[in-house]
C-alpha cells in the first residue's frame, strides 16, 4: 500500500509553489507507464507531450495567481462519455472509430475548471457489466490483486486511479458502476441524485437509472469532482433546475447530526469477511457516539430483477440506433439493408450485449410488457417510496458489494453469479437517491468497500458523514503497490 496526494493536496501543493505541475505530470505518466501494460485501465491515452504543454499552461496560470479550481489535475474519463478530442468507443468494436463532434457537459466543465484530460478508460461494453471484463479492448485488471476483477463497469476509471495513472476520474453508474469498482480498489465513488449531473454526452445504457459521478482517492477530491460537473444543463432533459452543490468545504460529521441504519435484508447475504469488515466500521462508529439502528427494507428483495427488467428493456430501446447506418462498419457491405444491419450488430456487439438486448426486447414484446416490464416499473416505486420513508430519518448503511472482489472469468460464465454482485447497489438508482462508497478496511489484502445512502440531494450528508469514516479508517488516498 502507498500513500498519493490528494487531489485537493495537489492544487494546494501547486498554489504555494511546493510543487510544481509539470513534475506531477511526468510522475503520472511515468505511473501509466509501470502498470498500464498489467492492469489495461486505459482504452486510448492522450500523448504525453500534449499533457505536459497543457501542465506547462497550468504552471504558468499558478505563477500568475490565475488558477482554476482543477488547474493541473490529471483526471480520466469513462469512455463512454463524449469527448471530440479523442475517441469515444463504450469499448465496443460497434464504435471503435467513433470520434463525436462534441463533447459531454461534464467533460466541458473539467476543462473550464483547468483539468487536463488523460484518458479514455476501458469498461464493460456499453456499461453492461460488473467487472469490466466484457470490453473488446480486453480486460481491466485490479492493481491489489492482478488476477482479480476491479468490478464494473467503470473498472478502468477505479483501476488506474488505484495505481495512480490519474489523479481524479468519472464514471457512470446505472446500477452500481462506480461504487463496486470504488469498493474493490480501495477508491471513492459517488453515484449523484438522479438529474444533478447533466447526462448530455452519455452514451445511454439506461435512461431513468444512470449517472455521471465523481471517483478520486479521498471524499474531499469526490467532492470537489460533483462541484464541477454537478448542476443544472439545458441541453439535458432529465437536469435538475439547480446550482452546483457546494461540498469541497464541509465538515465531518459529528454524532447527534444524524443517526446511521443498516437494513438487514443488505447485510445478510454478505460473505463472511466482508460482513466482518462492515460491522467493525459499524462498532467504529458507535463507540465514537453514533447511534447504528437496525432496520427492514423488505422491497429490497425484488430490487435487482426489478432493475435488471427495467435495465435491459431500455438497453434494448437505446441500442437500436446502432444499424451500420448511423455509426458505419467498414468489415460490412452495403446492399440490403437487414442484411446489412444483422451483419453490423454480428460484428460490432460483444455477446453480453447481444444477451441483454434479446433479454430486453423480450420484455417489451407484446404479449411479455405487462407480465414484466410494467411489473417491474411498478416494484421500482414500491423500492422508491421505502427508500425514501427510511431515508428521512437516518443515513442508510450496507456494505457495498456481497463478495470479495472475484477473480477473472469466475462470475462471467453465470448470469445470476454475475447479476448479484449488484445486489445492494441497484437499490440507490432505481430511487434515485445519492449513494457514496468507499474503503471500509481490508480482507486478505484485498479492499472491502461500505455504502452510504442519503436522501434527494443529501450529498452534504454523505461527503460529511465520508469524511468521518475517512478519519476512522486512515484510508485516505491510498493506492496499490509498495511504497
Not at 501509466?32 to 486505459?42: D, F, K, Q, S, T
Not at 464541509?250 to 447527534?256: K, S, T, V, Y
Amino acid at each position: 500500500m502507498r500513500k498519493l496526494k490528494t487531489a485537493y493536496e495537489l492544487v494546494e501543493a501547486y498554489r504555494n509553489g511546493s510543487l510544481d505541475p509539470v513534475e506531477h505530470a511526468w510522475r503520472v505518466i511515468e505511473e501509466i507507464g509501470r502498470w498500464e501494460g498489467r492492469v489495461n485501465a486505459y482504452i486510448t491515452l492522450e500523448a504525453p507531450e500534449a499533457i505536459i504543454i497543457q501542465a506547462e499552461e497550468a504552471r504558468e496560470r499558478y505563477r500568475r495567481g490565475e488558477h482554476r479550481p482543477l488547474e493541473g489535475v490529471l483526471v480520466a474519463v469513462k469512455d463512454n462519455i463524449s469527448t471530440s478530442f479523442m475517441p469515444t468507443t463504450a469499448a465496443s468494436r460497434m464504435l471503435e472509430k467513433y470520434i463525436p463532434p462534441f463533447n459531454a457537459t461534464v467533460v466541458e466543465r473539467l476543462v473550464r475548471a483547468g483539468a487536463i484530460v488523460v484518458g479514455k478508460t476501458n469498461m464493460d461494453e456499453f456499461a453492461m457489466g460488473s467487472t469490466s471484463e466484457f470490453s473488446a479492448f480486453g480486460p481491466v485488471r485490479n492493481p491489489w490483486d492482478l488476477e482479480r476483477v476491479p468490478g464494473g463497469s467503470s473498472g478502468g476509471s477505479a483501476a488506474c486511479l488505484a495505481y495512480g495513472g490519474c489523479d481524479l476520474s468519472l464514471g457512470s453508474d446505472t446500477g452500481g458502476s462506480i461504487r463496486l469498482p470504488a469498493a474493490y480498489t480501495a477508491t471513492v465513488g459517488i453515484k449523484p441524485t438522479y438529474g444533478l449531473v447533466s447526462r448530455y454526452g452519455l452514451i445511454p445504457y439506461g435512461n431513468s437509472l444512470e449517472q455521471i459521478g465523481p471517483m478520486a482517492r479521498s471524499v474531499k477530491d469526490a467532492a470537489l469532482l460533483l462541484e464541477v460537473i454537478g448542476g443544472w444543463d439545458p441541453r439535458d432533459s432529465t437536469s435538475l433546475r439547480i446550482d452546483p452543490p457546494k461540498l469541497s468545504n464541509l465538515e465531518p460529521l459529528e454524532p447527534g447530526e444524524a443517526s446511521l441504519c443498516v437494513p438487514r435484508e443488505m447485510v445478510e447475504g454478505s460473505e463472511e469477511p466482508v460482513a466482518k469488515v462492515f460491522w467493525n466500521l459499524m462498532g467504529k462508529l458507535e463507540s465514537e457516539g453514533f447511534e447504528v439502528l437496525e432496520a427492514s427494507l423488505p422491497e429490497v428483495s425484488k430490487a435487482l430483477p426489478a432493475y435488471y427488467i427495467i435495465a435491459l428493456a431500455e438497453a434494448a430501446s437505446n441500442l437500436a440506433r446502432y444499424d451500420g447506418g448511423l455509426y458505419p462498419r467498414e468489415d460490412v457491405e452495403a446492399g440490403d439493408y437487414w442484411r446489412h444491419v444483422a451483419e453490423a450488430r454480428a460484428r460490432g456487439f460483444g455477446w453480453e450485449v447481444k444477451k441483454r438486448i434479446v433479454l430486453g426486447s423480450y420484455a417489451l414484446s407484446e404479449g411479455y410488457r405487462d407480465e414484466y416490464y410494467i411489473a417491474a416499473t411498478k416494484v421500482r416505486r414500491l423500492v422508491r417510496d421505502a427508500v425514501l420513508r427510511l431515508a428521512r430519518k437516518c443515513i442508510i448503511a450496507s456494505p457495498a458489494a456481497p463478495i470479495l472482489p472475484p477473480r477473472l472469468g469466475e462470475r462471467i460464465t453465470d448470469p445470476l453469479l454475475l447479476y448479484a454482485m449488484d445486489v445492494y447497489t441497484v437499490v440507490a438508482n432505481l430511487a434515485g437517491v445519492p449513494a457514496l462508497a468507499m474503503p471500509a478496511g481490508f480482507s486478505q489484502g484485498l479492499p472491502v468497500g461500505v455504502q452510504f445512502m442519503a436522501y434527494r440531494l443529501g450529498e452534504d450528508l454523505l461527503v460529511r458523514l465520508g469524511l468521518t469514516v475517512e478519519e476512522m479508517t486512515g484510508l485516505r488516498g491510498v493506492a496499490a503497490g509498495e511504497g
